[in-house]
């Protein structure tokens, strides 16, 4: 249950779970979450990584894709790197290799070849790697063909950067996207406009639903906010100084209505 749903060790510590396991079955001693973290965690790690080396050991030679990423969180650099690779019955497959502390101290490509390099070494797949997936960077460009792989540009990335420096950048969507973001912005600070949101919501027959802020690296995300804005209009409308015009009210609606295609279209696309 802990590995299955990403629970932290303390849980079997925890007053609610002890009360728990004693309904379930009284005389079962829960072991301690040092149990857990320091052996039986360890135990299994062994176990599934000789199976991983086993399925990785039977691929071919250019027969692996594999995906990589860095990213930041609380001051610390991490990287993951993803296997793709077809099976002998056919079935695509992935496996998750590496989610890491980065080893280095920036991210230019030098570093990112070696922390690159190590993960292959470790799980025997030099010679299996056919290509390698990241976003357009350009020190993992440099990093890939230091480590003479082909590098294939992440679309969804590419798209991102398209959209945001086009359609994201017209200045009346820009502004259409600055009240939109200020009305969601209203709602996440204020309690008592929210309430006011949710009555009006029940009065017109509508669920409760609470404003969805946008994230700038997901495009699609945009989409969520605009249409979450054009769902709730009826209810916004009747809150005090939050207010969309009817222009930007149409615009809402046909830039939503774009970019929901064009988010469909990513939907659809194999991930590699």
Same mark, same amino acid.
């Given at each position: 249950m802990l590995c299955l749903e990403s629970l932290p060790f303390s849980l079997v510590e925890s007053s609610g779970f002890q009360k728990f396991i004693k309904v379930v079955c009284p005389k079962y001693v829960t072991p301690s979450r040092t149990y857990f973290s320091r052996k039986l965690l360890p135990k299994y790690y062994e176990i599934v990584k000789k199976k991983v080396h086993n399925v990785l050991g039977n691929c071919s030679l250019n027969s692996i894709a594999i995906t990589t990423n860095i990213w930041t969180r609380g001051g610390h650099d991490y990287i993951s790197v993803t296997a793709h690779f077809i099976d002998k019955d056919i079935q695509r497959n992935h496996l998750v290799l590496e989610v890491a502390g980065f080893d280095g101290p920036s991210h230019a490509a030098s570093f990112v070849a070696d922390n690159l390099k190590q993960a292959f070494i470790k799980w025997h797949i030099q010679r299996k790697i056919i290509a390698i997936v990241s976003d357009n960077a350009a020190n /993992?460009?440099?990093?890939?063909?230091?480590?003479?792989?082909?590098?294939?540009?992440?679309?969804?990335?590419?798209?991102?950067?398209?959209? +945001?420096?086009?359609?994201?950048?017209?200045?009346?969507?820009?502004? /259409?996207?600055?009240?939109?973001?200020?009305?969601?912005?209203?709602?996440?600070?204020?309690?008592?406009?929210?309430?006011?949101?949710? +009555?009006?919501?029940?009065?017109?027959?509508?669920?409760?639903?609470?404003?969805?802020?946008?994230?700038?690296?997901?495009?699609?995300?945009?989409?969520?906010?605009?249409?979450?804005?054009?769902?709730?209009?009826?209810?916004?409308?009747?809150?005090?100084h939050v207010q969309l015009s009817q222009e930007e009210k149409s615009l809402i609606n046909q830039f939503a209505d774009e970019i929901e295609g064009d988010s469909n279209a990513e939907d659809d696309q194999p991930k590699v």
């Open positions: /993992m460009k440099a990093a890939i063909r230091q480590l003479s792989v082909e590098h294939v540009g992440c679309t969804a990335h590419l798209l991102q950067l398209v959209i +945001n420096s086009g359609c994201l950048n017209a200045p009346a969507i820009k502004e /259409m996207l600055h009240t939109a973001r200020g009305i969601v912005t209203h709602f996440k600070h204020s309690v008592t406009s929210l309430k006011v949101l949710h +009555n009006y919501q029940k009065s017109l027959g509508q669920k409760e639903k609470c404003m969805v802020q946008d994230e700038p690296t997901r495009w699609d995300s945009t989409f969520h906010i605009l249409d979450r804005l054009l769902e709730q209009k009826d209810a916004i409308s009747d809150v005090k």
